[in-house]
């Protein structure tokens, strides 16, 4: 009698304890430059929008709930994929060993460093990155998972109003970066960017300038021949570069403004899903315990009452004692599971609410607006095209007015119908599959 009570308040004990770890906020520096760069020598970057892990377009109604069961919400991931970018722009920036920094739609040889990631987890208590960096030879600079654990100090603006709270793992990527940048010889530097203007040119006139760059099977390029100097076709395609690196700082400001408008909702969400990350982590964990506990004090009391045949009132009572805990147990395990699925419920209604935040911006040029919504690839081959056309013509090829301003049209529709948008608690799954259909309001970017 005494080892089964004492089986059983140890099954008790345990089903209701859990933990807690502290731990410190923004813990990693950025690592400055040990020497000063000429500008000669400093590689200009492409933050490559990230891979939010979630299919584009419209989403299968299994695969939507699969997501969501998993904790992923299409709208704050696919949102996820420009600030996270934007945040390690910033890292990079702020680190003060790069040229120009730009956040772009995809890898372009207009950058001399592409820097490529997916999301593979983000909940504000957990970020965790896939990150792959190549400089224009194909040779890959970094290619690691990068992932850490937020403090909720981490999220006091007061006290770090410059600082995002994934603050540390953006600083871990820009200074392994640096650190392989201070390795490199100037020579290296100088033929990642000849590398780098010779393979656009290959790209904007590959009739002209095929051969002078060559491609391994491994995805390695090295330079076969170099142009004459002062080639003057050569000289233009390094025009157009210049123009394409003055698209990408045109986007830069549009997902600036992006990242600002939604940054507070951003980091309301996060700071609210980290506190239900945590609680989802510890009713899981509590409703495996107390299920398996419970389950595991009820066969201890029936194998307690076929042993000692149950002919006594005390033996009755011990195992009726013990049947009832565990069955106590379980329920308890079951009100647990209820518990996380009203907390899913309600970080689903938050993501509604924070989608209704995206705003799409138009890139107007000289005088013809492109609408980004969706991913911006579109508009970026659009732009391509558009100077290639212009480089063949021999016009000129240099737009000069572009501007970047919020949709209009949906500013006029916001103020008109302020109350339009949809309930979120109405079947949130059906408007997550059905919203992004038209290309539409989703921040997919």
């Not at 957990?126 to 990150?131: G, I, P, S, T, Y």
């Not at 992932?147 to 953006?170: C, G, I, W």
């Not at 009132?313 to 647990?336: E, N, P, T, W």
């Amino acid at each position: 009698m005494r080892r089964l009570s004492f089986l059983v308040l140890i099954v008790a004990g345990l089903a209701g304890c859990s933990s807690s770890e502290v731990r410190l906020p923004h813990s990693v520096p950025l690592v400055a430059p040990q020497v000063n760069y000429v500008e000669d020598h400093l590689l200009d970057v492409g933050v490559v929008l990230f891979d939010s892990g979630v299919p584009a377009g419209e989403i299968d109604r299994d695969l939507l709930e699969e997501l969501l069961r998993d904790g992923t919400f299409v709208q704050i991931r696919r949102a996820e994929a420009v600030m996270l970018a934007v945040k390690l722009h910033d890292a990079l920036e702020n680190s003060g060993h790069w040229g120009t920094v730009w956040v772009t739609p995809r890898e372009s040889n207009a950058s001399d460093l592409n820097v490529t990631a997916q999301i593979l987890q983000s909940d504000g208590n957990v970020v965790h990155l896939n990150v792959i960096a190549r400089d224009s030879r194909g040779q890959v600079w970094l290619n690691d998972e990068y992932e850490m654990e937020t403090a909720a100090s981490a999220f006091n603006k007061q006290r770090y109003p410059t600082l995002d709270p994934y603050q540390d793992v953006f600083n871990r990527i820009a200074n392994d970066l640096a650190q392989v940048r201070a390795q490199l010889p100037a020579d290296e530097i100088e033929t990642i960017r000849t590398v780098a203007a010779l393979r656009y040119a290959s790209e904007l006139s590959p009739e002209a300038f095929d051969g002078y760059v060559e491609e391994s099977g491994r995805g390695q390029f090295e330079t076969v021949r170099l142009p004459a100097t002062g080639d003057p076709n050569f000289e233009r395609t390094i025009s157009v570069r210049q123009r394409e690196q003055l698209f990408f700082e045109t986007l830069d400001q549009y997902y600036e403004n992006f990242m600002f408008d939604a940054a507070d909702s951003y980091d309301g969400w996060r700071e609210f899903s980290r506190e239900d990350s945590i609680r989802l982590q510890e009713a899981a964990r509590a409703a495996k315990m107390r299920t398996g506990f419970g389950a595991l004090a009820i066969a201890l009391s029936i194998a307690y009452g076929a042993n000692q045949g149950g002919d006594s009132l005390a033996d009755r009572m011990i195992a009726d004692a013990g049947i009832y805990i565990g069955g106590d147990l379980l329920r308890s395990g079951a009100v647990r599971r209820q518990e996380r699925r009203l907390y899913t419920a309600e970080l689903r209604e938050l993501s509604e609410s924070f989608d209704d935040s995206v705003k799409p911006l138009v890139v107007e040029i000289e005088g013809t607006e492109h609408r980004l919504t969706g991913t911006a690839d579109a508009q970026y081959d659009e732009w391509r095209e558009l100077l290639r056309e212009l480089f063949i013509s021999e016009t000129g090829f240099v737009p000069e007015n572009i501007e970047v301003y919020a949709d209009p049209l949906l500013e006029t529709e916001t103020q008109v119908e302020p109350d339009s948008v949809s309930n979120p608690s109405s079947e949130p799954e059906a408007q997550d599959a059905t919203s992004d259909a038209d290309g539409g309001t989703e921040a997919d970017v």
